[in-house]
Nanobody
């Protein structure tokens, strides 16, 4: 499984960005599709998750502002980010994990910078 993230950039506080992650390979193995982020000097943290069946989970710090979705036909997972704050500045990574195993796959990061 390979993941390719895109869509990062510079935006002013209050603005919006959409991140996209294309997933290729044996996508039938995938259970959860996730977005993580890592800010400078901080640990990587889970932002949002969408399960195989479509159920979603969000970190408290993005609830009501970010929306994760997936398109099974296009094998993409999208993170719509609204009402962005400077503290959302980070490198965002898409991630997927496998049914019934500890295998995980990471895409390369995409930088999101929110200016105040």
């Amino acid at each position: 499984v390979q993941l390719q993230a895109s869509g990062g950039g510079l935006v002013q506080a209050g603005g919006s960005l959409t991140l996209s992650c294309e997933v290729t390979g044996k996508t039938s193995l995938i259970n959860n599709r996730n977005w993580y982020r890592q800010a400078p000097g901080k640990q990587r943290e889970l932002v949002a998750r969408i399960k195989w069946g479509g159920m979603t989970n969000y970190a408290d710090f993005v609830k009501g502002r970010f929306t994760i979705s997936k398109d099974n036909d296009k094998n993409t997972v999208t993170l719509q980010m609204n009402s962005l704050k400077p503290e959302d500045t980070a490198v965002y990574y898409c991630n997927a994990d496998e049914f019934g195993s500890s295998a995980v796959w990471w895409g390369q990061g995409t930088l999101v910078t929110v200016s105040s």
